[in-house]
């Protein structure tokens, strides 16, 4: 089976909405529970992605209205870190996890953030350390571990640590003009 992932719109945020409030029920996959998986969230983070950012979505390879995958990140917003995209979230549908779902459309973002934004030098993530898989992912695509913030994510099993972890745009062209 092939995924195509390819830029959201608008049109998508009904479907970005079933996908996140199913991957928060059944998962764990990302850090806000079902109930805080809310429309003016989803609007929000597609709004400022589309903006300024990038997101991309992959649809059911049976139901075209469904969305499996989502992923997005934007700049951080001071101009001093402008040559950064954070706010990255990535949610696949549960019932399509370890099928390369992730890898495809994690893979169309970097590929587009190398060809096209030669002024984006890293694209910022934060994964729990108990996202082992993801986390193997990540760095199979380059992303390498910055750290560890220890006890930052409240479970019931406890407090876990966040991994931060950024790639290194190889297209990145300085701009030799920053505000002083």
Known sequence: MTFQPRPATFQDVAAIYDLYREV??????????????????????????????????????????????????RPLGP???????????????????????????????????????PDIYRVELVTSEFNVGGQVLYQRLGFVVEGRMEGRIQTRHGMEADIPMAWFNPNYVENKQVDQ
Do not use: W
Not at 45 to 59: D, M, R, Y
Not at 79 to 97: C, K, N, S
């Open 79 to 117: 101009r001093a870190f402008r040559h950064v995209l954070g706010e990255l979230t990535i949610a696949i549908h549960p019932d399509f996890q370890g099928k390369g779902v992730g890898k495809t459309i994690f893979s169309q973002l970097l590929d587009v953030i190398r060809r096209t934004r």
């Open 24 to 73: 928060a029920r059944r998962s764990g996959g990302i850090a806000r529970k079902e109930e805080e998986i809310t429309m003016e969230y989803i609007e929000e983070n597609l709004e400022k992605a589309l903006a300024t950012g990038f997101c991309f979505v992959i649809e059911h390879p049976e139901n075209t209205a469904e969305v499996i995958a989502e992923i997005h990140c």
